[in-house]
């Protein structure tokens, strides 16, 4: 997906855009507020720990050289190694790598992952590049950033722009330089590198049984719910079958063409995912058509947002009808619209637990690498589905405990975690 998912397309009449830093660092400001967490510990976290920059020189196929800025930032490590995707795109810079990497630090401590938060990328829009100077551009980042990874140190993963075969370059130019085979400085790797099974639906499958256990929270069953997803990718695909699988009304999918939408319920694996073909749901069926805009207020019971970031702001959040949003993609919900969503009695079950199914693979990838020991698909998915259903546990806690919004339980969740270790080790010197 090419779209920036954090650029700000919120409307005129929201008075505030935010970068993804000053969105994580509100987050932050509002999680400290209910939590107990040491003033000097909330300061330390308000700051990353290091952003690094390069300058990646790049011979092109015509032979002459250009040169493009990687970033890594790396924000907090207290309870592991940072932890967190590269990103190729235009508009990568280093604020939003810095407020990405928060959101790593909170959501590796949601599902209490032994990792902090990292996040990096450079400045490329892939498309302009062959799949040599792909390679090329992606080996020099891995040499001019190396002393700041490694598997106990900071391991990049997939994100926007890069997938599979990037993390196996930069595995590949990592490990020479090091003169070992290192299989755990990168996960999202393919398999036969190391890479785990299961790891590409994670994300889909960690947004559905989310979305079926708050379904059950609020007293509705499965088989009687109708459902919308806006993004028909990995994350919405995946996610849409497993429910539609497990007996709920899969009523409308879409992608950036728009949607469809069967009150009756569609047949999802017949409708071909973005992976399968790109840009094909509204090519599979063209009768009973909606806008991705239309969509995200049909009448349903759960809304699954799956596409990018700050599609339900100010404009629209009056009209959601969905009692239930699962927020599939990163940041689809813009601070004013969570306001109104939460004085209007919506259930909004944030991001950082949603979508957490991801970085919790890329974590038993990470084990399987140190160990050298692959597991069998039933069992990542498994254990899969006992770290949300822990997860989900805990921010379930303190959204019955404090009477909070999902968001404010699982940035207490992760905040007290983090808080916890920093007290714990202390400051030093
Ligand atoms: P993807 O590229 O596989 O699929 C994206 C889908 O969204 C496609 O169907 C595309 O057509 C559609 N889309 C693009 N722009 C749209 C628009 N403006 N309106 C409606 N639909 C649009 O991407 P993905 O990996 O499924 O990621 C989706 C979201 O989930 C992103 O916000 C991503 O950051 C987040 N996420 C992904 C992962 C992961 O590992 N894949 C993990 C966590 C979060």
Redesign the pocket.
């Known amino acids: 997906?090419t779209?920036k998912?954090t650029t700000h397309s919120e409307s005129d009449s929201e008075s505030t855009t935010e970068s993804p830093l000053e969105t994580a660092r509100r987050q932050l400001r509002t999680a400290a507020s209910r939590t107990d967490v040491d003033d000097g510990v909330i300061e330390r976290l308000k700051h990353p720990t290091r952003v690094v920059e390069v300058s990646i020189p790049l011979e092109r196929d015509d032979g002459s050289v250009d040169v493009f800025t990687g970033y890594r930032a790396q924000h907090d490590d207290v309870r592991g190694p940072y932890k967190g995707g590269l990103r190729y795109h235009p508009e990568v810079n280093a604020d939003e790598c810095v407020g990405l990497a928060m959101w790593m630090t909170w959501k590796c401590a949601v599902m209490d992952i032994p990792f902090g938060g990292g996040k990096g990328g450079i400045v490329v829009d892939p498309k302009d590049l062959s799949d040599d100077e792909k390679e090329r551009l992606t080996r020099r980042f891995a040499e001019e950033i190396r002393d700041e990874v490694g598997p106990s140190r900071d391991i990049p993963a997939?994100d926007?722009g890069t997938d599979a075969q990037t993390m196996a370059w930069f595995m590949d130019a990592y490990s020479m330089q090091e003169g070992e085979t290192i299989p755990g400085v990168v996960t999202g790797k393919p398999p036969v590198i190391g890479g785990s099974y299961g790891r590409e639906e994670a994300?889909g499958r960690s947004v559905a049984i989310v979305a079926r256990e708050a379904i059950e929270y609020y007293d509705e069953s499965l088989d009687d719910v109708s459902i919308a997803v806006?993004?028909?990718?990995?994350?919405?695909a995946n996610a849409a079958r497993l429910l539609d699988e497990w007996g709920a009304d899969i009523v409308a999918v879409?992608?950036?063409n728009g949607g469809l939408y069967d009150p009756d319920g569609l047949q999802t694996q017949d409708v071909p995912s973005?992976?399968e073909e790109?840009?094909g749901?509204m090519r599979y069926d063209s009768s009973n058509t909606v806008s991705?805009e239309e969509l995200l207020e049909l009448d349903v019971d759960v809304l699954i947002p799956?596409?990018?970031?700050n599609?339900i702001t100010a404009d629209n959040a009056e009209r959601i009808q969905a009692d239930i949003i699962v927020e599939?993609?990163?940041g689809p919900t813009t601070s004013t619209a969570d306001t109104i969503l939460h004085e209007r009695g919506k259930h909004v079950i944030p991001?950082i637990l949603a979508?957490a199914g991801?970085v919790t693979v890329s974590y038993f990838e990470w084990l399987q690498d140190i160990n050298r020991r692959t597991w069998s698909k039933e069992r990542v998915n498994d254990e899969l589905e006992e770290a949300m259903l822990d997860a989900w546990a805990d921010v379930k806690a303190e959204v019955d405990g404090r009477d909070i919004s999902w968001r404010d339980a699982a940035y207490v969740v992760a905040l007290n975690r983090i808080g916890e270790a920093k007290e714990a080790r202390g400051l030093w010197p």
């Open positions: 997906m779209q998912q997939p926007m994300p806006q993004g028909y990718g990995s994350v919405g879409s992608d950036v973005h992976k790109p840009e749901v991705n799956a596409a990018i970031g599609v599939g993609a990163n991001d979508n991801g």
